[in-house]
């Protein structure tokens, strides 16, 4: 379940941005969680395996208080998470429920759950900033989930901003928000991401010093030979 910590290393120092358009050049568009935002700034990059968990709307006699102490909760479902996972949360783009608070914040930050990304929002904020659990979400609201969602499961396929995400796969999150690398594309991205990230280091120091951008961004043949030149001299 848990990543290698190299290929954890590697994609540290690759931004959302980059794995976007590593996985286009692959063929897959739709790998942006909408309505991941950080729910404060200066979040670092995080990079771990996704663990899932979904909601579905809700329904009287299955969104109650009592609900919380079921064998499938939200309660039981954080005691399964293993250290390093990124909890990923199917809100269904509900705004009006927060699906966790600052308790179960807390509980996930002493798992050593990496961090929390939802297209949904949390409750107690102040408590949830409190606790050094990363968020991102679309915001917050006062009321509990079940004033708005029933609880599902965990560790199953989920929708999550309109992406389809697995219990497998990989999600990065920065300042961009959340993008998910499907396990069979992990290895890939791992290879040429961060030389991607190296190369449009590299055109930005060119545009720094004021070159044009046609024929450099994306490079031609001419600049990609300056650009081997750089990196054997660096």
Request: hydrophobic share 45%.
């Given at each position: 379940?848990?990543?290698?910590?190299?290929?954890?290393?590697?994609?540290?120092?690759?931004?959302?941005?980059?794995?976007?358009?590593?996985?286009?050049?692959?063929?897959?568009?739709?790998?942006?969680?909408?309505?991941?935002?950080?729910?404060?700034?200066?979040?670092?990059?995080?990079?771990?395996?996704?663990?899932?968990?979904?909601?579905?709307?809700?329904?009287?006699?299955?969104?109650?208080?009592?609900?919380?102490?079921?064998?499938?909760?939200?309660?039981?479902?954080?005691?399964?998470?293993?250290?390093?996972?990124?909890?990923?949360?199917?809100?269904?783009?509900?705004?009006?429920?927060?699906?966790?608070?600052?308790?179960?914040?807390?509980?996930?930050?002493?798992?050593?759950?990496?961090?929390?990304?939802?297209?949904?929002?949390?409750?107690?904020?102040?408590?949830?900033?409190?606790?050094?659990?990363?968020?991102?979400?679309?915001?917050?609201?006062?009321?509990?989930?079940?004033?708005?969602?029933?609880?599902?499961?965990?560790?199953?396929?989920?929708?999550?901003?309109?992406?389809?995400?697995?219990?497998?796969?990989?999600?990065?999150?920065?300042?961009?928000?959340?993008?998910?690398?499907?396990?069979?594309?992990?290895?890939?991205?791992?290879?040429?991401?961060?030389?991607?990230?190296?190369?449009?280091?590299?055109?930005?120091?060119?545009v720094d010093k004021?070159?044009?951008?046609?024929?450099?961004?994306?490079?031609?043949?001419?600049?990609?030979?300056r650009y081997a030149?750089?990196?054997?001299?660096?």
């Amino acid at each position: 379940m848990s990543l290698d910590p190299k290929i954890v290393a590697a994609l540290a120092g690759v931004s959302t941005a980059t794995v976007t358009t590593v996985l286009l050049k692959k063929g897959l568009r739709n790998v942006w969680m909408r309505g991941t935002r950080p729910l404060q700034a200066g979040q670092p990059r995080l990079v771990g395996r996704a663990f899932t968990l979904r909601f579905v709307p809700a329904r009287e006699d299955l969104a109650t208080p009592e609900s919380w102490s079921s064998p499938k909760s939200t309660r039981a479902a954080i005691e399964a998470m293993p250290p390093g996972v990124i909890a990923v949360v199917d809100a269904m783009g509900v705004t009006d429920a927060g699906i966790f608070g600052d308790i179960l914040c807390a509980r996930m930050a002493k798992r050593g759950v990496a961090g929390l990304v939802t297209d949904g929002v949390v409750r107690d904020v102040a408590g949830v900033l409190g606790t050094g659990l990363p968020v991102w979400c679309q915001g917050v609201a006062a009321p509990p989930s079940v004033a708005g969602l029933t609880f599902v499961h965990w560790q199953e396929p989920i929708g999550c901003g309109g992406v389809a995400v697995f219990p497998d796969d990989v999600v990065v999150v920065d300042d961009d928000g959340a993008v998910l690398i499907p396990a069979a594309f992990l290895d890939h991205v791992v290879e040429t991401a961060p030389e991607q990230e190296r190369l449009e280091g590299w055109i930005m120091q060119e545009v720094d010093k004021g070159a044009a951008l046609p024929g450099l961004y994306p490079p031609n043949d001419a600049n990609k030979a300056r650009y081997a030149a750089a990196k054997r001299g660096s």
